[in-house]
């Protein structure tokens, strides 16, 4: 899923692209691309797009008048710069956007349509979609303390809950405990001062050198490799690779659809941590340290 370095180059290259041009239509390909039934597609025809902005991971374009397009990508769609009147792609092509200058198309991968697409009028009901979390590059330390800090949850779930923080998904928590050095399994509340510190320095060192690297990687053209897997990554994606650290294999665990990738001599003193399908498979043969696993 895009995440916010990826969704801050989005917005970037589409004001690059189209400011202040007037939106010629508004082309739907999938109809359950919409979610919203008013005000209509046709109402955003002749109104200029005035600036771009973000909801946690939701696009939002602002048009003359308070319309707004409010896009979630969800894990598989993507946005790509055509030129004029692009057709939209049989089969993963959602919606278009159409100005003088070229088309902004929506489109989604895969079997499941998942990503979506809402219009809005008056910004007064933009606030339904903000799930509160903390904008980050933007925080303060003692925000960023009390944010984590109102449950108690494990990092690599406070990281990436948008009620909590906004904008972190799967690949850049796992970069930002590597970075901190700290258990994606450790506790918010058990965080001392310094673990904070870390936390915090990380978290914001991270989106912001994820972002300029994906910023010079565009360029003046268009991000179209939008991944949450790159090779330049300490440890995310990098299952049995050797941590760029300290060079011990990259560790991982699954549960439900997602995967933590992690350092064990880094981030736990070499302790792995406990895979749940695996550790119940193991049973009493799972290896509880890094040496254990090497012998």
């Excluded at 374009?61 to 993507?78: D, N, T, W």
Aim: with cysteine; net charge positive.
């Amino acid at each position: 899923m895009p995440e916010l370095p990826d969704l801050t180059v989005y917005l970037e290259r589409i004001e690059a692209c189209a400011l202040e041009a007037p939106l010629l239509r508004l082309r739907i390909g999938n109809p359950f691309v919409l979610r919203t039934v008013e005000p209509a597609t046709a109402a955003f025809a002749q109104r200029r797009l005035k600036g771009t902005s973000r909801i946690g991971k939701r696009l939002v374009f602002e048009f003359e008048g308070e319309h707004f397009a409010v896009i979630h990508l969800m894990i598989l769609g993507r946005l790509h710069w055509k030129k004029p009147a692009a057709a939209i792609p049989k089969g993963s092509g959602l919606a278009a956007f159409d100005f003088e200058r070229g088309t902004l198309l929506l489109v989604e991968h895969g079997s499941k349509r998942r990503a979506a697409l809402h219009l809005v009028a008056g910004r007064e009901n933009l606030k339904a979609f903000d799930r509160g979390g903390l904008e980050v590059p933007q925080a303060s330390l003692a925000a960023f303390t009390a944010a984590l800090g109102r449950e108690n949850h494990t990092l690599k779930r406070a990281l990436t809950d948008p009620g909590v923080l906004s904008a972190i998904g799967n690949a850049y928590s796992d970069e930002i405990l590597h970075r901190a050095q700290l258990s994606p399994f450790k506790q918010t509340r058990a965080l001392d001062a310094g673990e904070m510190q870390r936390l915090f320095d990380a978290t914001r060192a991270v989106l912001a050198e994820w972002t300029e690297r994906l910023r010079a990687e565009a360029g003046s053209g268009w991000p179209e490799k939008v991944t949450a897997f790159r090779p330049e990554m300490a440890v995310h994606g990098r299952y049995k690779q050797a941590c760029p650290v300290c060079g011990a294999p990259v560790q991982r665990i699954v549960y439900a659809d997602n995967e933590a990738n992690y350092c064990a001599r880094c981030q736990t003193e070499g302790r792995l941590l406990a895979d749940r399908a695996l550790s119940r498979l193991l049973k009493s043969n799972w290896p509880k340290t890094l040496d254990e696993l090497e012998r």
